[in-house]
């Protein structure tokens, strides 16, 4: 599902437009994005939760010419199903 589909689907189960549910959608993203960059972490309850890791500089290689190369320290979200998600995946 991309976001487009996304914006569909919450316009539908909404009975809303799609301009509605457009602005919905990246009012929630922007609001995971600012708690991400503020706190950290984001949870939702049963959803799961998104968390901001630190990695650290490392060698890697090129695929193609196998070189080593430099991978500059950055950082990444990482994401954890809460339970409620775990289930509903396992039960299909």
């Known amino acids: 599902m991309n976001k487009s589909q996304l ?8 009975r809303t437009s ?11 993203l922007e609001s995971v994005s600012k708690g991400l960059r ?3 972490s984001v949870t939702i309850a049963g959803f799961g939760t ?4 630190d990695r650290k500089a490392r ?5 193609y010419t196998g070189e080593p190369i430099r991978i ?3 950082r ?3 994401f954890r199903m809460g339970k409620a998600l775990r289930n ?3 039960s299909d």
Do not use: T
């Open 7 to 14: 914006i569909d689907r919450v316009a539908s189960e909404l």
């Open 18 to 28: 799609r301009l509605a549910a457009s602005h919905l959608v990246d009012v929630v």
């Open 38 to 40: 503020e706190d950290g």
């Open 50 to 53: 998104f968390e901001v890791k």
């Open 59 to 63: 060698l890697g290689r090129n695929p």
């Open 72 to 74: 500059e320290a950055g």
């Open 76 to 78: 990444r979200v990482g």
């Open 88 to 90: 509903a995946m396992s």
